[in-house]
């Protein structure tokens, strides 16, 4: 769906923390046909890539379903509560030692087995770096008064 660049550099050992919101908006087709619309399902790939050279995917988190309930009703089917509310989705990794690339990025994809339903909307990717600290190194912790 999206690919975004982190322009800030990385290095081995950091560690980042990416989060998302996603809000569900699907609703049924047309149709009295069985089953449920799914739900939003998506992967976010942390990506390494060297000039002239294929990305790599360096590390991939898939959000699973997205949060339903289906204890209202609506046109004498079960109606989704969570349409229109967004959800958070974060996650941690570590970059190791041997993922050395020119440039890195994050990719949105969708994870949904199919396209009856899983009709969303993404908003405010983040990408939070830790700092790099590397061992015996001296750090001023200030507490506010």
């Not at 990305?55 to 089917?77: E, I, Q």
């Not at 989704?80 to 890195?104: D, H, L, P, R």
Request: charged residues 20%; glycine residues 6%.
């Amino acid at each position: 769906m999206v690919m975004l660049p982190i322009k800030e550099g990385v290095c081995q050992y950091t560690e980042l923390l990416v989060t998302a919101w996603v809000n569900d908006m699907t609703t049924w087709n047309g149709d009295k046909g069985s089953g449920k619309p799914l739900p939003p399902n998506i992967n976010i790939n942390f990506i390494g890539q060297n000039e002239g050279e294929n990305p790599v995917v360096l590390h991939r988190f898939t959000s699973g379903d997205a949060l339903t309930d289906y204890s209202a009703t609506y046109d004498d089917r079960p109606a989704n509560k969570n349409v229109g509310k967004w959800q958070q989705v974060c996650y941690t990794m570590a970059i190791n030692n041997s993922s050395q690339f020119e440039k890195y990025f994050i990719e949105v994809q969708n994870n949904t087995i199919h396209t009856y339903g899983a009709d969303y909307a993404i908003d405010d990717v983040r990408v939070y770096k830790k700092p790099i600290l590397k061992c015996g190194e001296k750090v001023l912790v200030q507490h506010p008064l």
